[in-house]
């Protein structure tokens, strides 16, 4: 089940919400893991074990290391965590990806059965081992109640495709916290931005560049105009997702941290990646690139390390060779920027620099889009005008969706967000007037949302698979 299904909006959260502010306090927070259970189940019921399993290992972990005294004892426990979530995302993940390779390499044939992945395990490994990591750094106080370290990981709003959570930012929001109906009205409206992000824009894209990219040999103004759609698709997918997920958060007490903020306005790859799924780019800093040594130990471990976390930064994100290009591609943009390249930009216009920027980033959703090596080639050809200029539908498909990309372009920037609270600043003393313009505004956007959802079969959710 994801948040822009039917099922979920008219069924699975008016329920849920409906007995959360029903049932007393003390049941609220068995109410959200049962739920979060059942809306893990939905799909794939056979994959709850996994999630369960997880949870189940890494509270004892968390309880041995709260037992355990000795710095090395710790030690021990914190590694052999490590290593077990990582097998455990290993050969779920990763045993088909090993398998292919070894066989096409050797010519053997392992008839190895491809295992299929269980939906947001590389997000809730990565949270629960976040979780470990912080008790055995002291930074988070051990979780005694398995029930409430149940529900941290298995929570449903960021459970299949984040903000990953760090518990100490939640700790005190399990144990209690406050709700209330402003609190409520806030993440309805943060999840109706997000909703409208999903359905309205990102798979208006999608469906662009899932037809352009569905004929071979298409000309170069196709082709950019495709990767453009993607790169839009793929930051409303999911900045949308995220959206709702901290809004539903939000219903239920619980303050998730940002995880976009507005990436394409960015003059760096540096920026970028600080404004871009902020939750995974803070992860891999806190638990790899400082234990590495960060930029400690020198420029040519700093150097290493930088190629380290990007290489797995791109393996994280799939079981695929373009994964891998992706990662190495972002590392060493992002060396050649640290050591060279912003020095030589420093001094261009902003508009230059944010021009370059964008276009550094559109070539690597160009990579990170194709899982098929011969697709992408064909297609970065296409990119480079191997096919032709444009052909006799170009001016259709430029009229055709100039509307949509000029929305698609402001709605990225903190245009509109800008204009609301001029608008609010501006009309600030008719409360009333602005509380009805607000209200039949969210209204609106929902109502055209699930409209979409009603009248169209095309709904994919990128991050879904990671």
Known sequence: MVFSSLEFLSLFLPLVVLLYFIVPVKLRNGLLLLFSLLFYAWGEPVYLTVMLGSIAMNY?????????????????VAAVSVAANLLLLGVFKYTGFFVRNIEGITGLELNVKEIA???????????????????????????????????????FPQLIAGPIVRFSTVAAEINRRHTDAAMAAEGIKRFVIGLAKKVLLANSAGYIWEQLTGAEG???VSAWVA?????????FDFSGYSDMAIGLGRIFGFHFEENFNYPYISQTITEFWNRWHISLST????????????????????????LIVWLCTGFWHGASWNFIFWGLYYGLLLLAEKFFLQKLTAKLPAAVRHILTLLAVLFGWVLFAFDNTPALFAFVKSMFGAYGFADAGTPALLAGNA??????????????????????????????LVFA???????????????????????????FRF
Do not use: C, H
């Open 437 to 463: 313009a607000e209200t039949a505004w969210f209204l609106l956007l929902f109502v055209l949302s699930v409209a979409y959802l009603v009248n169209s079969t095309y709904n994919p959710f990128i991050y």
């Open 227 to 235: 990767a453009l759609a993607f790169s839009f698709q793929i930051y």
């Open 403 to 432: 509307v949509l990309f000029v929305i698609l372009a402001l709605a990225s920037v903190p245009f509109f967000g800008k204009l609301g609270r001029r608008l609010k600043e501006k009309y600030a003393e008719k409360r009333a």
């Open 60 to 76: 004892v972990f968390g309880i041995l290391l709260d037992k355990v005294s000795s710095a090395r004892g710790r030690k021990a």
């Open 218 to 220: 298409i000309p170069a």
């Open 117 to 155: 992945l269980p939906i947001g395990i590389s997000f809730f490994t990565f949270q629960a081992m976040s979780y470990v990591l912080d008790v055995y750094r002291g930074k988070a106080q051990v979780q005694k109640n398995i029930f409430s370290f149940g529900l941290y990981i298995a929570l």
């Open 283 to 306: 992860w891999f800093k806190e638990y790899l690139y400082i234990p590495l040594g960060g930029n400690r130990k020198g420029k040519l471990k700093q150097v290493r390390n930088i």
